[in-house]
Each structure stands twice: as structure tokens, then as C-alpha cells.
């Protein structure tokens, strides 16, 4: 995959202002549930138009379950999520998928489906019986393939493809998708080290170069802090931080969020919060091999 950022013109090139005509994305008391589990309660957001946002919070604390209910694939049992001001429940499917796309996690395709169909599929909420397949199409299946680099894949079945193979196919059809706002829970899942790293740029460059809102669920904190333009960290199916990763990522944070000791240093690299965790076997920062020597 060719990207045009590198991690340093990451932090060099600060996000420029939302441009106007962003779709505005927000939750206003939004209650989740999974029947009598309860799992989202009183939640207020606003998702920062034309930014990278990360949520980051301990596993079963409501991330995944916010994400699809910003992209409508969950109904509140109480409060709205609202899509330039209308109740994204109350907006035509198509309309929504104009608007906003997700990846969500483990996603599964039909058996023998190829790469090339699938990706293809990100266009289907730019059909109409008036309008069919044309030269627009064409052209975004073909960027978002090299894009996410797949295109030598296209004619492969997706599952076929390793983990980290079909995750990034799966990747180029939300790119194909082409909404301003992009929703992807977890997707750096399955990828080894390079890739997540190629993904991640992406997903900058998408940003930089579209102005695309981005909402990610990621695990790895160190990836959110250097990503990220917005962190939301949730605990108990609440927000309890959010903001810049350097105001937001604290020992304190970290401990009240994942029940984790750890140092928090500036990484070195891009100048963002660094969390090192203790534990049981490293209970404190060891010296310097040139201290202890």
C-alpha cells in the first residue's frame, strides 16, 4: 500500500477546521440496550465534524454498541442519534448510507463472493433504477482497491483471504462507499504490526485529503494517542473523558478506565501521550542500562 503521510507529518500537519457542509453526527441522551441489559445510559456526544475520533475504554463498556447506534444499526430505548439535526432513525435508509458507512467487527461475506464484488457493494447506496453502474463507479472501486491494497486480490474470494487480507478488503468497500462520515469498529483487528500501521495512515489520508469524519473503536492506546485527533474514552456505557489525546490520556485516566497501573511518557516519535503499563513482573520504570551499569 502507498500512503502519502508519514507518522511525523501526522503530528506536523494539524488537522485543519472543519469545512462547512459536513454532516453534523450527535447522540443526545441515548439509552442501548440488548433486551433487559442495559448497556449504553444518559449518553451525550457530539462527533467533532472533520476529525479522527478514537474511542478507547476496557472490553463490554459500550463502544461497539455506540458505533452502531451512530450508524443506525441499533435503535435507542431512549434519546436520539441525530444526523444533521433529523433523527437518524427517521431518514431513509438510502439517505443514511449516502451519509455515513461502518465496518464493523468480524464481518462476513456470502461464500465465493470476490474481492472485486465486494468492494463494488459500497456503491449500492449511489444506485438508482435511473442511475446504474457508471464510470464513477468504476473509478471508485479502483481507488479504493489500491488504496487499501487489494487490487491484485480483486479477483480472489474474500474468504479465501487471510485475517489481515480480508479485513482490508472489507476496508476498501466502506473507502468505496465514499460517505463524509466513516465509522469503523476496530479495524486494525487481525493485521499484523505493518498493516495496522498502513491502515491507520490510511485512514489519515482519508481525513487530510477528503475532510471525512471518522469515528474508530481501537484497543491499542498508544495507536489512538497518535491518531487521533478526538479521544472519547467511555467506562460503564459512559463518557468520562474527552478531548485532545494529551489532556485525555492520564495514569489517572488509564487507571480509572482499564483498572491498569501504568507511567505515561511523550512518545518520542510524535510528541503524544505513551502509556507503559505495570505490572506484577514490572511494578516500577527500570533505570537506563546506563544507570544501572
Not at 141 to 159: H, I, K, N, S
Not at 244 to 256: C, D, F, K
Request: charged letters at 20%; a negative charge.
Amino acid at each position: 500500500m502507498t500512503v502519502d503521510l508519514t507518522v511525523a507529518d501526522i503530528v506536523a500537519d494539524a488537522p485543519a477546521p472543519a469545512t462547512a457542509g459536513h454532516p453534523e453526527l450527535r447522540a443526545d441522551g441515548l439509552r442501548l440496550a440488548y433486551g433487559d441489559r442495559v448497556v449504553v445510559d444518559g449518553l451525550d456526544l457530539v462527533v467533532p465534524a472533520g476529525r479522527i475520533s478514537v474511542i478507547v475504554g476496557a472490553n463490554a463498556c459500550g463502544k461497539s454498541t455506540l458505533l452502531r447506534a451512530l450508524a443506525r444499526l441499533l435503535n435507542p430505548t431512549a434519546g436520539s442519534v441525530r444526523l444533521d439535526g433529523r433523527a437518524i432513525h427517521s431518514l431513509p435508509t438510502r439517505q443514511v448510507a449516502r451519509q455515513v458507512g461502518i465496518l464493523p467487527q468480524a464481518p462476513v461475506a456470502p461464500e465465493g463472493l470476490t474481492v472485486l464484488d465486494l468492494v463494488s457493494r459500497g456503491r449500492s447506496p449511489h444506485q438508482t433504477w435511473w442511475r446504474q453502474w457508471s464510470p464513477e463507479d468504476e473509478r471508485a472501486v479502483a481507488e479504493a482497491l489500491a488504496a487499501t491494497g487489494v487490487t491484485e486480490l480483486a479477483d480472489r474470494p474474500v474468504d479465501e483471504l487471510s485475517g489481515g487480507q480480508r479485513q482490508r478488503a472489507w476496508i476498501a468497500m466502506a473507502v468505496a462507499q465514499q460517505t463524509p462520515v466513516l465509522l469503523l469498529d476496530e479495524p486494525t483487528t487481525f493485521l499484523d504490526l505493518s498493516h495496522q500501521i498502513d491502515v491507520l495512515d490510511l485512514v489519515v489520508d482519508l481525513n487530510r485529503r477528503d475532510r471525512r469524519t471518522v469515528v474508530m473503536v481501537l484497543h491499542d492506546l498508544n495507536q489512538a494517542c497518535r491518531y487521533a485527533d478526538h479521544v472519547i474514552a467511555m467506562k460503564g456505557g459512559r463518557i468520562v473523558a474527552q478531548g485532545a489525546p494529551a489532556n485525555v490520556i492520564t495514569a489517572e485516566l488509564v487507571g480509572e478506565v482499564f483498572d491498569v497501573r501504568c507511567e505515561v511518557s511523550v512518545d518520542p516519535l510524535t510528541g503524544t501521550p505513551m502509556v507503559i503499563p505495570t505490572s506484577r513482573h514490572h511494578p516500577r520504570p527500570l533505570l537506563p542500562v546506563a544507570a544501572r551499569a
